[in-house]
Every structure is written in structure tokens, then in C-alpha cells.
């Protein structure tokens, strides 16, 4: 539920959130039985008294339009039971319609972090995005220049929907320096890696099908999925990556459709795939003729040495469907991946790129061919290593300063995100609400599981995103956050020992 | 199946040839059984000499590749029936593995046309884009300048999925031109009217579902309702735009989940849904809560008076999801459209957003935002209404003067397009073929039929894309190649007909 309260506003906080609830309320948005967040938790994400919370839902309860259940909470009356309202007699039933797939995409967890993060006085280290301060803006602007001075109309035109020629040949040749070996036409460029992600699941998953993930994986890969209806099979990892052997195991009995891997520098845990588990991980698929797809947006984000190849450049039986993007190494906003794979699933992808969106904006497409065909992504990206390994030590170090044994993580060799575990069994949920408050966001790691249970103590911090000062103000309000809830837990366990 | 011949190679035309069909057989894209087509219908299509076709052929079918078979034609030979050919023991049987799907894609008469479009020496009335001489690429360069210049990293990162809120503000105001009162937050922004489409296809279609469409309709619209899985009931149309009581009569006895029309220049017939029918399907679908999709591309382009308000304006019952683009009124490249729709469609349309692409390109929003702005798209859409006007006269007084009574079709008063019938019984698939050889080609009107039989005599001809020299040259190859397959008919019916 996406709230936004205008504090410049003349127009009481109140009001506005009892409007905005109101709006919602009346569009179906939040249709009848829907329960409301308690007071305090809401007040908590919008950074609001919890007072501003109780007015609006008490407005809304005088107009008939929530009413409070012991043991339900605030929830949305049902209008045919409210007194004085009318069933509308005509007009189209909206919310019966809809076609199941709300409920693989709602992820409560994921909702509590992005409402928050909104706040301007707010440091998120929820997301996923490089450092601004890094992006090339004035190298983009004089490209987007010449390439309407030098390409006028034709970058404007509708484009081939496997992507800009220019462009597929210019990413054959950046994918052969980690090894992977393609042509032209095993290349399709799409609009951001996660509508690769989506066209290869709509193009090969039926509902009921399963799906083979890790468990954490991304979370954008779970909800396209479960919105296709697959079944989905996590496998566990550990520091060497994916466990290829219980994968194997699980062969025994069950038969995936596909197996969805993020080996380099993973989201979220940053754990690499090692060498001898990507061979086996091939020849499994390559012996069971199992496709793997392989999501590798990440790895030219070494810190250390760089990861192992790919598994596209390793696998010699065609097996692997590879991924990625440039969003998280120059910036998300041109919405520019491409997807290399044998030339029937780039056609089969393509006729399903054809349905969902026709192609990719060319000139964007232009742009990149331009950055890589002009060497100017190497260069971006050795500035970045220096940039992102300086903020994950400046991250890392403030928080084993400020919250000492409460959080454990191991530092991870690339990528954008520390993988944290809370100790002392509390729920990195529960510490959400509170660090809100406090002004610092962060993934909770629930939303990373098939089973969300499996991630209760886990969050996943990114260090690129925030500046330096941030991180470091960032780590401090973490720690008063968790210091908050821990005095409220003992204080709540002491109320209820009993005395002996 | 796209084959693109280099006429400046050194190699051989039948050997460019027989090498990309040997690609296109060794990578599945054409499965074993595929029939090829004839060599008279390859040649006339790649504007090269039937021996060309012949002598691809004949190496293929050396190497086992392909076989003539009698009454089966040419076809693709099963590898694991090829003498010496050995079954792939290990890796992944790609084709095996698609969800069913293809099937609604491919359109060969659609197939046929784009690959004659290819070469450079056609004139293709084929297409739907504006002329690209009235881009106005200056305007662009500026504006995207001024964006990094002012807006720098803010418009190249992730973007809301509902749209940049600006330009969501500057759409509401725009639709109020045409008396569609919506808020903010009824505005969905799209990459493309295309995937407006498959969103609201997606959010409401289940596989079995009914959708009405018109009969001739938009081949996309065909295309993405049959790949989700829907059945469709074709409304015939008559000068006054969709027959509303033959859809009431229908629905005596089926209930589609949805109507889908272009009330407005339709494509690819031309025609204008008049006001009363406009109130009588509102009032229908008011009375049934069975919901429109008004696709709406063309309204701007009026070159007589301006037409009806859009349904959208219309509804008093929020029973319409109305969809428009800029793609026909600017230029297509920036993949900018939008829905506005009753709010708790736009939500349900943004989760699916989500899963598809994430968000729209955020420095192409702020581009159309500033055109709407300031009012740029204004004096544009005039300057556009006069030049289509011209060069639909044009076009239609060189095909009246060319073709005579050969061709029938009413002057459209707006929109991209001419929906020709061809008299005398001639099927316009037999006649591309002969055009795309004497360099012009169309879209057949079968496409564009749930029932292609009902489009045999159709063709659709664009006349924004070509300049004016092109369209008068087009309409005289048409007459030609119309005459050669008029002969080539007269000489087999006088060759067939019995002596008595």
C-alpha cells in the first residue's frame, strides 16, 4: 500500500491519510475484509505520531467504511452490510474479474520496506541500485546527441523486436571476454533483465510446472514464477554457493522444468558459485536435459579477483539460457539486458517479446552499442570496483562497530548487498517498523525464501545506493533501532515472568 | 522466417540462401516436417530469380536436409531419419519444452509481407508508422538534453511502475481535451500501446475465456488475445463503425469477459463508431458489467472534423479501459502509451507491470511529459493532419486512376490507412507475391480476421509511411503487378477451358 503524506500540506496529515484509505477503499483497491496495518505499525512506515493514524481510522469507522474485530484488527466493511449503502446495479464488477496473480505479487514484508523508503529522511538500504553519483550523465548526454545528429529518424522507428543489429553484434563480441562463445543471432536485447526473466518463464512454464531455485534468491524471480503458476523447489546454499548435490538428490524424485541460478555474486547472500559445482551443475543438465538459466547481473562487480566464468561460457551442450542487465553496473533508467541462448529459445523468445511489448527503444539500444563498442563500460567499471569495495568496507566496518555480535555476515567478494543475519532469534521484521522510524531501511530476508520462515532473522543491506556519510549514519540508526526493540522485548519478557 | 540476402557479398545468392536455411534447420527454428515454401513463392518474396531458389534447394536436399515430397511439397527431413544422422544423446530438447504458444504468432501472410518489406527496393504500404520526414528530431535532441542537463541522475533510475508522476499528472490533463475526467492515478504509463494490450489481456484473460472483437480488427489484439489462451467472437462492422446489435444479439446467448474495439479511424477499416452506437454500447456494457477496451490510437488524426468523444468520455460507469500511444502521432521508437482505466484496473495492471518489465524508462516520460506541457504535441498533430490529408489523396487518386474498378474503398476521414477490396474474386495473398517482385508491398487483409476466409479480398495500404513520389510509384507497381496476375489467370482459364 503505497501512502504518500505531503507534510508541506496545508491539509492535515490526518486527512490526507484517511483520504487517500478513503480512495482506496472506494476503488476496490482495498476491497471488504481487507485488514488494515495496526496503528502503531503504520505509523511507524509513514513516520507519522500514532495518533495522526488512530484520527484517520476513526473518521473512516464514522463513516461506516472500516470497523474494528477483536482478535481481526481495523477491517474493510463490506458495502452491501453497510448501513444506508446501496449494491450498484450496474457498472462492471472489477475486482471479480481479475485473473489469479495478485497473490504471488503482494509481499507484505517487501510493502513495510518501499512504503518507508519513500520518506525523504529516510537512508534505504532496501534496493538495488548503483551509486548516482557514478552514473556517466555527460557522456550520455553527448551520445544521445550524436545519435540523433547522426542517425536522425532511424533511431526513432519501430526496431526488430531481437534488438538493434548493431547492438547484438556488439554484445556477441563484450561476451566473449568471460568466454561465452555466440553469434549475433543467439543474442536478443529486451527491456531490462526482468522482462528477460519474465519472457523466458512465459515461454517456458505451464502452470503446475516446478521451478529449481536457490534458497535465498532473488525476489523478482520468485513472484514471476509463482505468477505463472510453477511450483518452485528451492535448493540450499552454502559459502560455495548453490548445493548441486541436493539438487541432484532432488533429480531423483522430482522433475524440474528449469533451474533458475544466480551463481556470481547472488542476490541476496553474495555468495559465487566455485568452479568444480558449475562443471557439475552443466553435466547435470547436460545428462537430465534440464535447462539452467543463469541471471548474472553482477558480475563485473568483482572486489577481490575476478568470479569464475560463466556457466554459458563453460556449458558445450547448449543447456544454459544467460541473463543480465546493464542497470546495475551504469544505471536501472534505460531499461536495457539481453539474453544469449541457443537460436530456438532467442526465437521463442522473441515471438513472446512480440506479444508483451513489440521491441526495445532504439535509440537506448544505440546508446549501449555505442558504450561498449567504444570501450567506455571498461573503464566505467574499474572506477565502480574501486567506488563500491571502498563502501562495503566503510558499511561492513560500521556495523560490526556499532552492532558487534547482534548481526554476522561474511563480507562478500562483488555484488551490491551485505547478507546479515540477526542473532539472538529476533525477526527481521520485527525490527523493520522501528528502524523505519529511526530513518534507515532494509530487505527483509523472508521475502528471499520459498518458505519465508527460512529467512526470519535475515536482511539483505545494500552498500552501493547510499553515500558514505549515509552508510555510516545508516549502520548508527540500525543499531539504536535494534537496541530499541531488544529493551521493549526484555521489558515485555520481565512483565510476563512469572514470579517464582 | 526472415532471410536477408547481401547483394554486395561475394557469395552467391543460392549459397547465402542455402546457408541461413541450414541455420535455421540445424537450430530447431525449423523443426523437422516444416514445409517450405514453393520456389516460384521464395523467389518472388526475396526479389530473386527462381533458379536462385532452385539451387538452395537442391544443395539442401543433397546434404539430406530437406526432401520434395509429391503433394507435401518441400519439406525439413527428420535428423534422427537422415542416413548417418545420430539422435543428440545428451543437452536439452529445446523444442520440446515451449509452452504452447507459437502457434497464435505465426500469421504467413503477415510473414510474407515483412520479409519483402526487408529489401530496400520495396515500397511497403505494409506498415502502420508515422512519416518519418515530420519527426521532429530537433524538438528531441533538445528535450533530452535539457533532461540530463536539469533532471540528471533523477530520470536514469528505477521508475514508479505506475508511471512518472509528472507525466501521469500531464496525461489526465491531456484526456481532458477529449472530455476524459480522470485523476492522476487512473493513468497508467506503458512501454507502447502494445503492452498496455497484453497487460489488460493478461490482468483478465484465462484460457477459454470469450473476447469480442471487431471483424476486421487490430492483428496484434488477435495475436495477444490467442496466445493467452482466449476464444473469440468476431462483431461484423459496417460504414458506421461495430454493429452494437449484433453484439447485443450475442450476448442473448454468450458472455465474453470483455469487448474489445478501435472505435475511432479503426484499424485497418477506417471507420468511426457514430455517437448513438457509442451510448448503446456504453449502456450494454453499463447493463451486462461486461467491460471495453477502447484502443484508441488514431483520434488525433482526423482529417475532416474532429470525431466523437471516446467511449472513456462517455462512460458514466467506469466500464471502460481506454489505451492510447504515441507511436502514430509522434514517432515509435520512445515506447511511450498509456491506460486510463478505473482505479482498481490501474493497480491490478501495475502488479502485472511489475512482473513484465518492472517500470517505463523514466528520461523517455520526462520527453512526452514536456511535449504535453507545453503544448509542443498541439502544432505537431496540425501540421500531421495536413500532410496525411494530402498524401491520403494522393494515394487514393493514383490507386483510382491506376486500378480503376479493380480496387474499391471508401476515403477514411482519419487514421494511417486505405482498406481496399480487390473485385473480381482475386485473393490478395495471390497478388503479393507478384507485387513484392515488382517492389510494393501490403498488409492482406486475412490478418486481420478471427476468420481469415473473410478478409480474402481485402488489403490494407499505410499512406503516412511512404513520401509522397513513393506513393504514387506504389500504386502504379500495383497496377502492374495486378495485371500480370490477371493475365497469368486469364491464360490458365482459357488453357483449361474445354473445346466444344
Not at 484488527?73 to 471479480?96: I, S
Not at 538500504?125 to 550524436?146: F, H, N, V, W
Not at 547510499?466 to 526493540?485: D, F, G, I, K, Q
Request: aromatic letters at 8%; glycine letters at 6%.
Amino acid at each position: 500500500m503505497q501512502i504518500r503524506l505531503d507534510r508541506t500540506s496545508r491539509v492535515p496529515l490526518y486527512r490526507q491519510l484517511a483520504d487517500q484509505l478513503r480512495r482506496r477503499i472506494a476503488s476496490g483497491e482495498l476491497p471488504p475484509g481487507t485488514r488494515l496495518p495496526p496503528e502503531r505499525r503504520l505509523a511507524a512506515m509513514l513516520g507519522v505520531n500514532r495518533s495522526t493514524v488512530v484520527s484517520a481510522y476513526r473518521e473512516l469507522a464514522a463513516e461506516g467504511l472500516i470497523a474494528g474485530h477483536v482478535g481481526r484488527g481495523t477491517v474493510v466493511v463490506d458495502p452491501n452490510r453497510r448501513p444506508g449503502a446501496e449494491a450498484p446495479a450496474r457498472g462492471v464488477p472489477w475486482p471479480q474479474l481479475f485473473a489469479p496473480l495478485a497473490s504471488a505479487l503482494y509481499d507484505p514484508a517487501l510493502e513495510d520496506a518501499s512504503a518507508a523508503a519513500s520518506r525523504a529522511d529516510v537512508i534505504s538500504l532496501a534496493t538495488g541500485q548503483p551509486a548516482p553519483e557514478c552514473y556517466p550523465i555527460s557522456m550520455i548526454r553527448q551520445l544521445l546527441d550524436e545519435a540523433l545528429h547522426s542517425q536522425g529518424a532511424r533511431l526513432l522507428q519501430y526496431c526488430p523486436a531481437e534488438g538493434y543489429p548493431p547492438l547484438r553484434e556488439a554484445i556477441a563480441r563484450w561476451a566473449q571476454r568471460s568466454g561465452i562463445r555466440c553469434s549475433p543471432e543467439q543474442v536478443l536485447v529486451v527491456s531490462g533483465s526482468q522482462q528477460g526473466l519474465y519472457l523466458i518463464a512465459r515461454a517456458l512454464l505451464e502452470p503446475g510446472d516446478l521451478v529449481a531455485v536457490e534458497a535465498p534468491t532473488y525476489v523478482g524471480a520468485l513472484q514471476v514464477f509463482r505468477a505463472l503458476g510453477a511450483r518452485l523447489l528451492p535448493i540450499p546454499i552454502d559459502e560455495f554457493g548453490m548445493r548441486v548435490s541436493v539438487l541432484e538428490q532432488a533429480l531423483e524424485h522430482r522433475r524440474p522444468k528449469l533451474v533458475y541460478t544466480l551463481p556470481t555474486f547472488q542476490n541476496p547472500s553474495g555468495t559465487t558459485l566455485v568452479l568444480e559445482r558449475r562443471r557439475r551443475l552443466l553435466e547435470l543438465a547436460a545428462r537430465t536435459g534440464i535447462p539452467i538459466v543463469e541471471d548474472d547481473p553482477y558480475r563485473e562487480l568483482w572486489y577481490e579477483a575476478p568470479p569464475p566464468p560463466p556457466l554459458a561460457a563453460l556449458d558445450t551442450d547448449g543447456t544454459v539460457v544467460s541473463l543480465t542487465t546493464v542497470s546495475k553496473v551504469l544505471f536501472p533508467g534505460f531499461r536495457i539486458g539481453w539474453v544469449i541462448a541457443p537460436w530456438a529459445v532467442v526465437r521463442q523468445l522473441t515471438l513472446v517479446k512480440q506479444l508483451v511489448d513489440l521491441d526495445t527503444n532504439p535509440l537506448m539500444q544505440w546508446a549501449i552499442w555505442a558504450i561498449l563498442e567504444r570501450g567506455l563500460l571498461e573503464s566505467h567499471l574499474e572506477e565502480l570496483r574501486v567506488t563500491y569495495r571502498e563502501r562495503r568496507d566503510l558499511l561492513a566496518n560500521a556495523l560490526r562497530r556499532e552492532l558487534g555480535d547482534a548481526l554476522r555476515f561474511a563480507l562478500p567478494t562483488g555484488g551490491l548487498y551485505l547478507w546479515c543475519e540477526l542473532t539472538g532469534g529476533l525477526r527481521a521484521r520485527d525490527l523493520l517498523p522501528e528502524a523505519a522510524r529511526r530513518g534507515v531501511v532494509f530487505a527483509p530476508g523472508e521475502s528471499f525464501f520459498v518458505d519465508p520462515a527460512a529467512g526470519r532473522s535475515w536482511m539483505r543491506l545494500n552498500f552501493t545506493y547510499p553515500n558514505p556519510t549515509a552508510l555510516v549514519e545508516a549502520a548508527r540508526r540500525l543499531s539504536h533501532a535494534l537496541a530499541a526493540v531488544r529493551e521493549a522485548r526484555e521489558f515485555v519478557r520481565r512483565a510476563t515472568t512469572p514470579i517464582v
